[in-house]
């Protein structure tokens, strides 16, 4: 009887800590919690401490930083007048604060975004927008070809 006792106020203890911990979480400058109850969005939180339903709610957060991605293979591609180029690309991107919760509702993750629009997008629309470029005008006028490039990949052709 004496160990049936120990063992439930074993786990009436263990119980309360996981509540208690469980109950609030930290959102670091840079950085927007999206809250779930039972997995169904609810809402986003700024930075600093935040309480939660233990069991009920659970948080994902999602780093609005800006970051960088480079590619270590130049994207081989060919020009107006059909001169070949190898291009390299190097990309700077970042999550509004305010989209937060939609980056998560459509792609669970910043890094699930990254490669589902960026990485497979990026070679044709890169291919698409330079074949629209003859050699001389590639290099003369870079940063239209630049600002092109982004209006495809924001735009998604």
Known sequence: MRNLSI?????V????????????????QGEEAVVLSFGNITGTEG???HFKTPFV?????????SNSRSYDQPFESYSRDQQPANISVSINYH???????????QYGSV???VSRVIDQRLPAILKNVFGGYDAQSSIS??????????VGLQAGI
């Open 13 to 28: 203890v263990i119980v309360g800590l996981l509540t208690l911990f469980g109950s609030f979480y930290q959102v670091d």
């Open 95 to 105: 999550v509004p604060s305010d989209q937060a919760g939609q980056l998560y509702a």
């Open 7 to 11: 063992g439930v106020i074993a786990v």
């Open 111 to 113: 890094d699930n975004m």
């Open 57 to 65: 709610q659970s948080v994902a957060i999602v780093d609005l930083r």
């Open 47 to 49: 930075a600093g401490l």
């Open 141 to 150: 006028d870079r940063a239209k070809l630049n600002s092109d490039v982004l």
